[in-house]
């Protein structure tokens, strides 16, 4: 039995001259026979089985291509040698806000209106009135000395910053309780004073020539009497992460010095070789990036001074 598909094969490659005469046989005549030989090839009498390539996932294929906003060029867990820390804070503080140490505010504000507006009586004062009032502001320190003073009259101002340096160039420090005096001259020219809350700060950051300085209280790194040779739990390792964490978000890659203001040398070097060491763990750079001094003073003016050299 001859293979229909093989025949197929065999007609399409006849000559086309040869084709035209056995197809037109002559009338009465039997059909020419045609032979075709092949060489070097074989015929198939199979039809190779038909495969079709399906995708399982086709339908959910879209799903799965991740969100190519969500892919970052850089890990922010792997970062450049210039960057050596991570981006994200792992700590409490990220989820609990209130327990920042250092305000985002670029001075000490007074509000001077309010607090006459207070004195007599509340409210919003006429401001025809307000404007008859002369006002000064002396901030005071804990021995009751001035440390700086301000006065004007007429509309007194709604508010008044103060960067926390005085005329002789010298810095509120961290730990030291400083006390705003209001003092107000009536239209008959009687004074009247009132004053507000303490002011007494953990921690402060100040731009000075030698470069940016973050003072930080010892009572809290220290305990009370400032006398500690580790930070105390909770307080004060708070407060030396919240300095760590200060300086990643804004100055990283910036060499430091750490100055500690102690009872004696031997408690000041103590001091400051753990300041150091947390340091060193949180801002994840070389020993060689934070150079750490010490020095005796006496105890208001106990403290540590973390220098960013920027300068």
Do not use: C
Not at 248 to 257: G, L, M, T, Y
């Amino acid at each position: 039995m001859i293979n229909p598909f093989a025949v197929l094969l065999a007609v399409a490659s006849v000559p086309a001259s040869a084709q035209a005469a056995s197809s037109t046989p002559a009338p009465g005549a039997m059909p020419t026979e045609v032979v075709i030989k092949a060489e070097g090839a074989k015929l198939a009498d199979m039809k190779p089985p038909l495969v079709i390539t399906v995708d399982a996932f086709e339908t959910i294929r879209p799903d799965l291509v991740p969100d190519q906003n969500l892919l970052l060029a850089v890990s922010p867990l792997t970062v450049s040698w210039r960057r050596t820390h991570p981006e994200f804070l792992m700590n409490d503080r990220v989820i609990q806000p209130w327990r920042t140490t250092f305000s985002e505010k670029p001075g000490i504000s007074f509000k001077i209106r309010e607090q006459l507006e207070s004195l007599l009586g509340g409210g919003k004062g006429d401001p025809k009135e307000l404007r008859k009032w002369g006002w000064s502001l002396t901030v005071a320190d804990e021995e009751g000395r001035v440390f700086h003073h301000y006065e004007g009259s007429g509309d007194p101002p709604e508010e008044l910053l103060w960067s926390g340096q005085n005329d002789q160039n010298e810095w509120v420090r961290a730990g030291r309780s400083y006390s705003a005096v209001y003092t107000f001259t009536s239209p008959d020219g009687s004074p009247r004073t009132r004053v507000g809350p303490p002011l007494l700060f953990k921690g402060i950051v100040h731009q000075e020539d030698t470069g940016l300085h973050i003072s930080l209280d010892s009572a809290v790194l220290f305990g009370t009497n400032k006398n500690g040779q580790e930070l105390q739990a909770g307080s004060g390792t708070d407060l030396l992460r919240s300095a760590a964490d200060l300086i990643k978000r804004r100055f990283p890659a910036i060499p430091i010095a750490v100055r500690v203001f102690a009872n004696t040398k031997e408690l000041g070097e103590a001091q400051a070789q753990a300041i150091q060491k947390i340091l060193l763990r949180e801002l994840m750079v070389p020993v060689r990036n934070i150079a750490v001094d010490f020095a005796r003073s006496p105890f208001s003016d106990q403290r540590v001074e973390v220098v960013l050299l920027n300068r």
